[in-house]
T-cell receptor, first 114, second 113 residues
Framework: EPEVTQTPSHQVTQMGQEVILRCVPI?????FYWYRQILGQKVEFLVS????????KSEIFDDQFSVERPDGSNFTLKIRSTKLEDSAMYFC????????????FGPGTRLTVL | GESVGLHLPTLSVQEGDNSIINCAYS??????FIWYKQESGKGPQFIID?????DKRQGQRVTVLLNKTVKHLSLQIAATQPGDSAVYFC????????????FGKGTRLSVIA
């Protein structure tokens, strides 16, 4: 069964450093998402991406964040200068079409900012 | 505002009993709802979904009920098994189109063997 994959599973970084989180969505999906989950809290939307551009973003997704689909398979989330409060699980998701359809989630990347 | 919340943060049930997990949503315009299961250290896993033109949908051992009048969603798990132990989230799609899901806080289900 096709699945969303994410790398790395765990990333430890120093405050102020840049990190890139990688995702490979399901191959025939067209919509891509990043969510985050701070430990013990609910899953929060960051950004959605379709047709090589951001379609929607939350207030969490400030100028320190960017997304890119550098090739036909990868979808990346970059945090330019990490802060302590960026420590969280980051989930990538993809769906065949837009709202009103199941989003498939990856296993997540645990980001720890020291 | 748009929000999805859960009535109970934890639920403990005996193995073999039925489980009912509840969810309240605030946006009457939401037209699509999903239940996700999240095991420790893993991403949300799709369980079942329902559209606003339905009030009940059944899957394998799971049933989702939607009451649009009171904006309430529930997940029923029949014959709960130890493998069902996880955190369950409801999520809603507040608008049509390519919009993100809004998740509730989650209910932790513990199955007692």
């Amino acid at each position: 069964e096709p699945e969303v994959t994410q790398t790395p599973s765990h990333q430890v970084t120093q405050m102020g450093q840049e990190v890139i989180l990688r995702c490979v969505p399901i191959s025939n999906h067209l919509y891509f998402y990043w969510y985050r989950q701070i430990l013990g809290q609910k899953v929060e939307f960051l950004v959605s991406f379709y047709n090589n551009e951001i379609s929607e973003k939350s207030e969490i997704f400030d100028d320190q964040f960017s997304v890119e689909r550098p090739d036909g398979s990868n979808f990346t989330l970059k945090i330019r200068s990490t802060k302590l409060e960026d420590s969280a699980m980051y989930f990538c998701a993809s769906s065949v079409s837009g709202g009103g359809n199941e989003q498939f989630f990856g296993p997540g990347t645990r980001l720890t900012v020291l | 505002g748009e929000s999805v919340g859960l009535h109970l943060p934890t639920l403990s049930v005996q193995e073999g009993d039925n489980s009912i997990i509840n969810c309240a949503y605030s946006n009457s315009a939401s037209d699509y709802f999903i239940w996700y299961k999240q095991e420790s250290g893993k991403g949300p896993q799709f369980i079942i979904d329902i559209r606003s033109n339905m009030d009940k949908r059944q899957g394998q051992r799971v049933t989702v009920l939607l009451n649009k009048t009171v904006k309430h969603l529930s997940l029923q798990i029949a014959a709960t098994q130890p493998g069902d132990s996880a955190v369950y989230f409801c999520a809603e799609n507040p608008h049509s189109g390519n919009t993100p899901l809004v998740f509730g806080k989650g209910t932790r289900l513990s199955v007692i063997a």
